[in-house]
């Protein structure tokens, strides 16, 4: 497969340069020369094929001839090894649990793919050691230090704001050691990733560390996040021909994901982009002019962004043509007070817990299907709720089990070093050459 940079489509790599990039020398985001439909056989029978076969089928052209299918296979059994269940939560609208993954939200599968893909064209001698240079403000963090811990060939640098992500996730990013390195900020996100950006192009560095990044730009996140689809359409009743998703969108990696399965020719619907009152889509659709906000804090954290990255790559998916954008993807926004009442609705009416990100996409859903009579809708439950613990325990009182995998790191000890500014980083750095 053929990547060609969004910025200069004469800028052509293959899947590996892509992977390493993460974005074209030109700042471009890299985006698949073709997508081609899978058979319509495998597609009306994909409830006769393990989760296995289904990630080879969907997945392969995207990698093309460059890893060889054994080594992927052992890649992608270790990228989706546990469960993606789909539950009905009422007449019409079910929910596909994404967060059964050791940090339990949905970029657990982009992280260990990432990590297995890197390592595996290390260790066959294509590149050199990588250094993963990683800003966070919460999961993706959590995801990357549980997904490249012990992955040979690879370093993992994480910087997070100190006192700014919640208790649990930074716990989840913090207890790891060996070739995780957690770094305490003192500052905000924002500081956090502009020394990423500094370390990246300074050559002190660059001459002795071969630098990647592994946000939601590069190509290893949303290939496998297409499995999502797929895995909820073998669970649907036979009766349901059809549904439509409704996605908790940020950087819109996921939804992006979503139109990828469709155009590979999974009969979905339609696609809601389910966001909070950071919502720059929806205000496009309305206006027909995009202009991206300043992000505000909300309850759904994961999802404040106020100029997605992955949209570019949704624009590109519809020929940049808003009306061929409306007829597939509907977007709607809500407050946190919507939210909250969500998330005690569901629990009241169908004794089930949301967290903020999944309530956002019930929301969606709920509207599309008001809207649609007769259609069906799965919104992604993208986190567990025990997550935002702090945030939501006013709303459901505090009858909680600790799932398992939270509970086990709340006792670990935290390893990370504090820095408080660029030099103190690169200090860091330096002596873990
Ligand atoms: C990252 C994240 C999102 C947003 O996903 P995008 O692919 O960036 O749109 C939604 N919910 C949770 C819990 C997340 O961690």
Redesign the pocket.
């Known amino acids: 497969m053929i990547y060609f940079s969004l910025n200069n489509k004469n800028h052509r790599v293959n899947f590996r340069e892509a992977l390493f990039n993460g974005l074209a020398p030109d700042r471009g985001l890299y985006f698949p020369k073709s997508i081609i439909p899978l058979r319509k056989s495998f597609i009306s029978n994909l409830s006769n094929y393990d989760k296995i076969e289904i990630s080879l089928e969907v997945i392969s052209q995207f990698i093309g001839n460059q890893i060889d299918e054994e080594s992927l296979k052992k890649i992608i059994e270790h990228s989706i090894d546990f469960e993606f269940p789909l539950k009905k939560i009422e007449e019409n609208i079910s929910v596909l649990e994404l967060f059964h993954g050791p940090s339990m939200?949905?970029?657990d599968v982009g992280a260990r793919f990432t990590s297995r893909c890197l390592s595996h064209f290390i260790r066959r001698g294509y590149d050199r050691k990588v250094t993963v240079l990683v800003a966070t403000s919460g999961?993706?963090g959590a995801a990357v230090a549980s997904g490249f811990h012990r992955v040979e060939g690879v370093d993992v640098f994480i910087l997070y704001p100190k006192n700014k992500i919640s208790n649990i996730q930074e716990r989840q990013i913090s207890t790891f050691s060996d070739n995780i390195f957690p770094v305490e900020v003192d500052g905000t996100f924002d500081d956090c990733q502009k020394m990423v950006k500094d370390a990246l192009i300074d050559k002190d560095l660059t001459s002795n560390f071969n630098f990647t990044t592994a946000n939601?730009i590069n190509i290893s996140r949303w290939i496998p996040q297409t499995l999502y689809y797929f895995f909820a359409y073998c669970q649907l009743p036979p009766d349901i021909k059809k549904s439509s998703f409704s996605i908790?969108?940020?950087?819109?990696?996921?939804?992006f994901s979503a139109i990828v399965s469709k155009e590979l020719g999974l009969p979905v619907e339609n696609i809601i982009s389910s966001n909070n009152i950071n919502n720059p889509v929806e205000r496009y659709f309305k206006s027909g002019i995009y202009t991206p906000m300043h992000s505000k804090e909300t309850l759904?954290n994961?999802?404040d962004?106020g100029d997605?990255s992955?949209f570019k790559r949704v624009n590109k998916i519809f020929d940049l043509d808003l009306d061929k954008m409306r007829e597939t993807i509907h977007a709607f926004s809500f407050t946190d007070y919507q939210t909250r009442d969500a998330i005690k609705d569901v629990l009241k009416n169908f004794k089930y817990i949301c967290?903020p990100?999944g309530a956002i996409g019930y929301l969606g859903a709920k509207k599309y299907v008001g809207n649609n009579l007769g259609s069906h809708c799965i919104f992604l439950e993208?986190?567990h709720y025990y997550k935002f613990f702090d945030e939501i325990k006013n709303v459901i009182g505090n009858e909680f089990n600790v799932p398992s995998q939270l509970a086990s790191i709340l006792n670990k000890e935290k390893n990370s070093v504090t820095v408080k500014d660029y030099i103190d980083f690169k200090d860091y750095i330096n002596s873990n050459l």
């Open positions: 939200a949905f970029k999961d993706t939601s908790p969108s940020g950087n819109y990696g996921n939804l759904s994961a999802m962004v997605p992955n967290d990100h993208t986190a």
